[in-house]
């Protein structure tokens, strides 16, 4: 079997150990005699299955016992809607724009209320995080949305906005579980799992019991209502249960390394390795701002656009897949997550030192 380095930005790479217990328990889960797949989501056995994964991931974050851990369907892009239909009760929302989600969600939003860019880095193609210093918070704000990692441009948050009381929303779909993070900082937490932590289809929302009331907007489908779904316990239909499954086990990989403090130092020598070569390049160069720059999804580009797409098309051919950047921004795009192991990070640096050599001119 050949496994590649897959740096796709999502669906992405998940840990070998991971795929390899799934693929022993594929059709038979513990003597059960069926897959995970295959079982009833009412189930015992199916019960633990989710019990656990929510056990593991409060473990993990040391999320508060006042914040409730749900696992949905639809996506990251589900809780652009999902959100202001049950935060928004003076229809009014702050947004930080710092790349495609931000703007989608912001965009969405707007259907519900009010909304207000209280700072944007669109002025430098979101090449950087803005100053979130005196942000003018609206005084009757719900609350404040930002986007922790930009999967898109190569941003990341460092330092949290003073929210001036005002609840903060974070879309975390891209940095999920790479570092500590103090939950209680949030309102609401939300992650897709394709991008770190499990396949496409199941999405993480960590909410502060205090938000899940039943004030929502009179016409919020019962679906996207946080009450209905925190009341059933993310059992009120068919939840995705095989990407539940699978995440559970991503959890389990990440305790027995140590935890997100040992995933984080991991992550920022991965980093850095790539960044240090970038920044000594003649060739390639990063394209976002030092201070701003993701430990995830890193973003360069070379001298011209013809070298990249030679470098794309001869690292493909050298099982360095999935590098070309997002169809509206050109360039390279490396997604580091979690499960790329520190040993592609050094192959890619290693290959791109020796395309410098033959194609600088």
């Known amino acids: 079997m050949k496994r590649i380095y897959n740096f796709s930005a999502g669906p992405a790479i998940l840990p070998e150990a991971v795929l390899r217990e799934a693929a022993d328990e594929m059709l038979d889960y513990q003597d059960s005699g069926m897959s995970v797949m295959e079982m009833s989501h009412r189930s015992k056995i199916f019960q633990k299955i989710i019990d656990d994964a929510e056990k593991d991931l409060r473990t993990l974050l040391n999320v508060p016992d006042n914040y409730k851990i749900l696992f949905l369907q639809g996506g990251a892009t589900t809780q652009f809607s999902m959100i202001p239909m049950n935060l928004m009760k003076n229809k009014k929302a702050d947004f930080i724009l710092t790349g495609n989600w931000a703007v989608k969600a912001f965009e969405e939003a707007s259907k519900y209320g009010t909304v207000n860019a209280i700072a944007s880095s669109e002025d430098k193609m979101y090449s950087y995080i ?88 009179p016409y919020t489908p019962i679906m996207l209502r946080y009450d209905i779904h925190a009341e059933s316990k993310s059992m009120y239909n068919t939840p995705p249960t095989y990407g539940i499954y699978l995440c559970g086990k991503v959890f389990k990989w990440l305790l027995n390394l140590g935890g997100l403090e040992a995933i984080q130092k991991i992550n920022i020598e991965k980093a850095g390795l790539l960044y240090d070569y970038l920044d000594q390049s003649k060739l390639f160069y990063g394209t976002v701002e030092k201070k701003s720059r993701s430990l995830m999804n890193v973003c360069f580009k070379s001298t011209s656009p013809e070298i990249d797409d030679k470098f794309i098309k001869e690292a493909k051919a050298q099982g360095f897949d999935n590098l070309k950047g997002y169809r509206t921004v050109g360039g390279m795009r490396a997604s580091i997550y979690n499960a790329m192991p520190i040993e592609g990070i050094r192959a890619l640096v290693k290959f791109m030192e020796v395309f410098e050599k033959e194609n600088l001119k």
Do not use: W
């Open 130 to 217: 803005p100053d979130l210093k005196n942000l003018e918070i609206s005084e009757d704000a719900d609350y404040v949305h930002m986007v922790d990692n930009n999967t898109i441009f190569g941003t990341k948050f460092y330092e949290l906005p003073d929210t001036k009381g005002k609840v903060l929303v974070n879309d975390a779909s891209s940095c999920f579980l790479s570092e500590p993070m103090d939950v209680s900082k949030y309102g609401l937490i939300f992650a897709g799992a394709q991008k770190n932590v499990g396949p496409a289809g199941t999405v993480i929302v960590i909410i502060r019991e205090d938000l899940i009331i039943k004030d929502h907007l």
